[in-house]
């Protein structure tokens, strides 16, 4: 398997514009996150989804980040308008059922600059 | 609220060293894990603990766990420079929910 994918790898976007990032977790896991990571702050997890579902959605900052996970194979984060202090490294990861105890896979990261 | 504390933040430590990391968490769990992060890339799996007194050892790096005391250890014998890189715990604090509270960071440097 080619692990989690995420796209794009790199985003620069000027404050006020939409931001999508997107996520392709390990085929046959059943969970997905988002996290996103900065210097300040460390990781937090943004949300999370089991078997397309959201789950938990109390790490979304305010409205205008957004998540949707349409099929078991894509989930997308969308934030918008974007604000400089959104810039970060986001990370989707996805694990399997529960009780195997594998723990998350992380994907490579997209690293945003908001202007 | 659940709380994972990692320390030291930061270690500066020579070749050949040995030197432990601690993770110290607030709320029962009997699930912890330790990955690992380079400079500008991903998070990295190491150790997945899943009992008290779990032990897993890969290389140079040792972890462990005690459930009592909610504390974790990741024991570096004789370190080499490869060693170098972020290390996290994360704490499962509901058996089954996948959810997982990191700490933030134990930023390690191994100098020749």
């Known amino acids: 398997d080619a692990g989690v994918i995420q796209s794009p790898r790199h985003e620069v976007t000027e404050m006020g514009q939409e931001v999508t990032l997107r996520c392709k977790p390990i085929s046959g896991h059943d969970y997905l996150f988002w996290y996103r990571q900065t210097m300040m702050r460390g990781l937090e997890l943004l949300i999370y989804?089991?078997?397309?579902?959201?789950?938990?959605d109390s790490g979304m900052p305010e409205d205008r980040f957004s998540a949707k996970m349409p099929n078991a194979s894509f989930s997308t984060l969308k934030i918008q308008p974007s604000e400089p202090r959104d810039s970060a490294v986001y990370f989707c990861?996805?694990?399997?059922?529960?009780?195997?105890?594998?723990?998350?896979?992380f994907g490579p990261g997209t690293r945003l600059t908001v202007l | 609220e659940l709380k994972v504390e990692q320390n030291p933040l930061f270690l500066s430590m020579q070749e050949g060293k040995n030197y432990t990391i601690y993770c110290n968490y607030s709320t029962t769990s009997d699930r912890l894990y330790w990955y690992r992060q380079d400079p500008g890339k991903s998070l990295e799996s190491l150790f997945v603990l899943l009992s008290n007194g779990a032990v897993k050892q890969e290389g140079r790096l040792m972890a462990s766990l005690d459930t009592k005391a909610r504390l974790s250890t990741l024991h570096i014998t004789a370190a080499v420079h490869d060693l170098s890189a972020t290390y996290f715990c994360?704490?499962?604090?509901?058996?089954?929910?996948?959810?997982?509270?990191f700490g933030t960071g134990t930023r390690l440097t191994i100098i020749p």
């Open positions: 989804f089991n078997n397309n579902v959201p789950i938990d």
């Open positions: 994360a704490v499962e604090i509901n058996f089954g929910n996948e959810k997982l509270t």
């Open positions: 990861a996805s694990s399997q059922p529960p009780g195997r105890g594998h723990g998350q896979f």
